[in-house]
Structures are given as C-alpha cells and as structure tokens.
C-alpha cells in the first residue's frame, strides 16, 4: 500500500482493513474549492501541524461542515515539502497512541497545496500572492516556534537576514517573517483586504509576538518609503488585521521507529524518514498523543470557518489569557521543562520513564499542585484541576509516547521566564503569598545551570539541545568543574537577566538559594540526584 492519492483509492479496502480511517470527502472537489476560494492558510509544515489542524479539518471535511480544505506554507525547511510533502501527495498517517495501549490510525487528506516560501521559488511565491489577494482568505496561522518571531540574535542586534530585508523592502525577502509581511503587503495592495494572523505556538501572548515582528518590519519600510504610509496604518488597524492570542496543547513527539515498524506491519511502503540538511526530522506520519487543546481569542475580521465543530474554543482575551497562563505557566509546560532538564542531567531518553522515578514524579507534583496551582486563575472552560491531574496521571507518564528530555529542552532559556518566571511574579503581586515559599522552582534553575555545564551525573559529557541564548550563557559556567564551591561571580551574571527568568533573582531574593542548590549539585557524582532527594 503507498500512501497516496492513487495508493488509497486503488487499494482502499486494504487500508480499511488494516484499521486506517481515510479521507470521507471528494478530494478534487475539495481540491477545486481550495484552490479557487481558499480559507486557510498555515504557515509551519511540522508535526504538531500535521496531528492537530489537519486533522482538526479533515474531520470537519467528512461531515460536510468545511468546503475548503487547508494550505501548507513552509518558509525554513523547504525540504519538508519537497522530500515528505509532495512525493504522498500531502498525506501524512497520524497515529494516535494512547496511554491504554490502543494505536489509532488516520490518513489525513485535508492539506490539499503544499507551498515553500522561498522568494526563489517563482512559481509558489506567485501561488502564495495569489492566495493572500484571495477575499476569500479568512485565516494565516503559524506554528514556527516561538524563536520563529524573534527578529534578533541573544544579544539584541537584528539578524542578518532580517537587517537586510528591512533595508530592501518586499521585493525578494528572505527572513520568515519579512517573507509573511511581503504576503501581507499583498493583501493590502489588493484593496485592504481584512485578514486574521493567528499564531498557534506555544508561547505566551503568542499573537502580540506575532503582531510585534509583523509590525517591525510594517513600520522599517513605511519610514524608508519601501511602501505606502497606509501599509503601516493597516497592520495596526484591528479591524482589518487582528492578530489573535491562542493557547495549543497537544504533544507531538518527533515519528518513532517503533511506531514506523507498526505501518511497515500494516503493508505500507515508502515510510523512510529523511532529515533534512536543516537537520529537521521528517517521516510520511506523525505520531501524538490523543489529548488537544486549541482555544483561539474570537477577533476575525473576515470571518472564520466553524471549526467549534471540531472541537476548538473560542473564547475572549481574557479568557485565552486565563487558559494560556494556566497551561505554560502552571499545569503543563513548567512540569515538561522540569522533566527535561534533570532528564538531560540524569540520563533519561524518554519523559514517560522520568515519571517511573518517585523523587522526579514528586517534583513535578510539587511544582504544579502546591507552587503553581495556587496562582491559577480559573478560566472557566477548562478546569485547571482536572487539567493538571490529566497531566500528571496520564499524559506525561503515558509509556506509548516517544517523547523525549532532549527534545523538550530545546530553547530553554527562551522559555523559563514565562514557564516559571511568571509564576513568581504572581507570587511578588499577591498579599497573601510569599515569593520565598517558592523552593522547588529554584531548583530547575539550579538544574539548568548545571545542565549548561554539558556535563551529566555520572560526570560525563553529553550534547546540549539547541537554544540561541548557548553562546551567551555557557562561557559563564566554563571552567567550573566538579566540586567547585565559589560560583557567584560565574552564575551572577546569568541569575540576574530578566530576559531569562523573567525577574532578577537576587533582587527577589531567589538567586542565593539557586547558588546554593547549584553548589550541592556541583558535589560530585550523583550529587545531582542525592540534591533533588534531600529537597524533594
């Protein structure tokens, strides 16, 4: 069985068979609409992607409820497309792995075009202006990682890429964003047309990233005359640009070879991964865990589809707020970060297996029940309690997702400050806390200076995961070593950015008991265990 087009309708019946749930819908007549009067656009080709719009549309397909089907852009990877998109005619097989042992699987059909954003590639960029001139345009959104809007390197100068295309205007960009803000100018040259820009990473207050970076380069070319003063005063105008916050949750680990010899048992052909010569990892199917969360803030100028039908939330700012700061700041991502330092540290390969550890599962269950949750405010259409026991009980310990440390601790120091860092600014505003009862955040902070060490508790070395902020922060803990005691003057400087933890430790009286923790964990060998033991 190959998985396309041809494959699932010359050989459905053996797809159904081997239990694959496949596309409801006509897919030309899908494709026709789509292409004619297309709705969606999503910029970011990847996995979580793949698991969870796509899905998300395909279901809404099968019941008639959607004409239109969905849009891929990818403006990094172009090789995402070209190697894994366009040789299965942009199917992809999600399989759904739940913490039961059951294995759901779907061919998803609904991402009907596939389109780099690269400014050499004439024919999708001319494909891509088309579809931004498009009135029938309801919806742009984004799942480039939250270093995806960052416009400038870890010491605040603008990265080469984006200095040049803010110096040369829209004609031939190259940086991601000046690539989408080119697309946008289209849309604006074509009668100001109105438009949602929804980022969907996980990050907090992701459409304000979104609108500041957009609004970055809007405002460099209106000044130097690149394009028309109204550009400008488009992209600010709300009503016919708004750019939404959301909040996503689902877990999309990197395709597992366990799940690949699962399909290769099924039959089908051609499920070699390719990783690419940006080094991202690519197969024919993504696999993810069942749980998914979207809640998206209701300001479309242009309308929306109804993809409540699908399951997503929509709801106001406020609440989005209420549903973003509880999930990346408290009930999910603060525990995932947690994992995934000591993970690194202590020699772990999967997140599953840390929460076999009772010292690791109490820490967890202390950050996010007793130092998280009393600052949580409930947003009302999901119940931050149960969020968290779903978390603790069943999503993070499920034994079916290759989740792994070293995959969650990519970015890390883009990441702290709004994990943890807001956590304790909740703490500093509250009369009826104490910032000093916050004991075992402190001691991923720890973890995470030592953790840039590259250094394990075995005292062995091991690869740091990717983080722009490496180069900066790692020469500072360069020449500690083992058993060193004196470590103020090397971690200071890192202890008291607020563009890491959101907060200067020391002025909060946090930092020395981070630098005592760090001692402890500098002991020796094990001592990174023996500390989390003593503390825990």
Partial sequence: MKLTNAGIIENRKEWEEAGYDLPNFDIEEVKKETHDNPEWIHFGAGNIFRAFQANVVQELLNAGKLKAGLIAAEGFDYEIIEKMY???????ILVTLKADGDVEKTVVGSIIEALTVDSDNEIDMGRLKEIFRNPSLKMVSFTITEKGYSLVDGKGVYLEAVQQDMELGTVKPISYIGKVVALLYERYKAGALPIAMVSMDNCSHNGDKLFMAVHAYAKAWSEKGLVEKEFLAYVEDKSKVSFPWSMIDKITPRPDASVEEILKNDGIEGLE???????????????AEECQYLVIEDTFPNGRPALEEGGIIFADREVVDKVEKMKVCTCLNPLHTTLAVFGCLLGYELISKEMGNPTLKRLVEIIGYEEGLPVVVDPGVIDPKKFIDEVVNERIPNPFMPDSPQRIATDTSQKLGIRFGETIKAYMKSDALDVKDIKRIPLVFAGWLRYLMGINDNGDKFELSSDPMLETVCPYVADLKLGDTEVHESVAPILANEKIFGVNLYEIGLGKL???????MLAGKGAIMNTLKKYV
């Fill in 86 to 92: 366009k040789p299965h005619d942009n199917l992809g």
């Fill in 273 to 287: 991964h390719e990783i690419t010569s940006k080094n991202t990892y690519v197969a024919p199917f993504v696999n």
């Fill in 514 to 520: 981070v630098e005592q923790y760090f001692v402890e």
